[in-house]
């Protein structure tokens, strides 16, 4: 069973916080992807890899940095969090082909900044 | 820019009634279309992947259809159970953009008993 695996459910952190955000995905996968959910807003992508030490910006990139230094591991790095980062955090990963790749997300973590 | 929209954003139908669910991109360029389930609080999981070249796919109950020259895709859920209750999105994937996936709001969808 292929699986993206997301280090927390649920987090708490306070304002200022530097927060981490771990995703690893056991299926050799190139692509790596960081989205935010928020209602009335839908998923939007914040950063993607396309392999080992490579990095994009996606749509709403301010505020948040990326690292991946192993091509199973992409963390979301807060930086200094704030309130308006408050949301629902999905990492998902597909494999380099273009017409027949499937994109596979974890469960999602729910972070909340107080 | 490639936008997707999803229509109805909700649909409450009874147990048993077959349904489609409908997504629509001004794009064609696109790699394939996706489409996905999330529960509440969950992560998504992917239910069908129709490359571009294709028309239809089927998994179980679920069919899902493509048409890129129009821009439209379907998603046909047949004889629906109240496990079906979810939400469900569609996204596609932007062509020469490495597997970029542009999302829908998505349709909420709930199975009475």
């Known amino acids: 069973d292929v699986k993206v695996t997301q280090s927390s459910r649920y987090l708490v952190k306070r304002t200022g916080e530097k927060v981490f955000l771990e995703c690893v995905q056991d299926m050799d996968h190139e692509n790596m992807f960081w989205y935010r959910q928020d209602p009335g807003l839908g998923l939007r992508l914040i950063y993607f890899?396309?392999?080992?030490?490579?990095?994009e910006k996606g749509d709403i990139p301010e505020g948040y940095s990326v690292s991946r230094e192993k091509k199973e591991r992409f963390s979301l790095i807060l930086e200094s969090a704030s309130t308006n980062q408050t949301s629902m955090y999905l990492c998902?990963?597909?494999?380099?082909?273009?017409?027949?790749?499937?994109?596979?997300f974890g469960q999602g973590t729910r972070l909340t900044v107080v | 820019k490639q936008e997707v929209t999803q229509i109805p954003a909700a649909l409450s139908v009874p147990e048993g009634e077959n349904l489609v669910l409908n997504c629509s991109f001004t794009?064609?360029?696109?790699?394939?279309l996706q489409w996905f389930r999330q529960d509440p609080g969950k992560g998504l999981t992917s239910l069908l992947l129709i490359q571009s070249s294709q028309r239809e796919q089927t998994s179980g109950r679920l069919n899902a259809s493509l048409d890129k020259s129009s821009g439209r895709s379907t998603l046909y859920i047949a004889a629906s159970q109240p496990g079906d209750s979810a939400t469900y999105l569609c996204?596609?994937?932007?062509?020469?953009?490495?597997?970029?996936?542009?999302f829908g709001q998505g349709t909420e969808l709930s199975v009475k008993p």
């Open positions: 890899s396309y392999d080992v030490k490579m990095k």
């Open positions: 794009d064609s360029a696109i790699y394939n």
């Open positions: 996204a596609v994937s932007i062509y020469n953009q490495g597997g970029k996936l542009i």
């Open positions: 998902a990963s597909s494999s380099i082909g273009a017409v027949n790749t499937e994109a596979f």
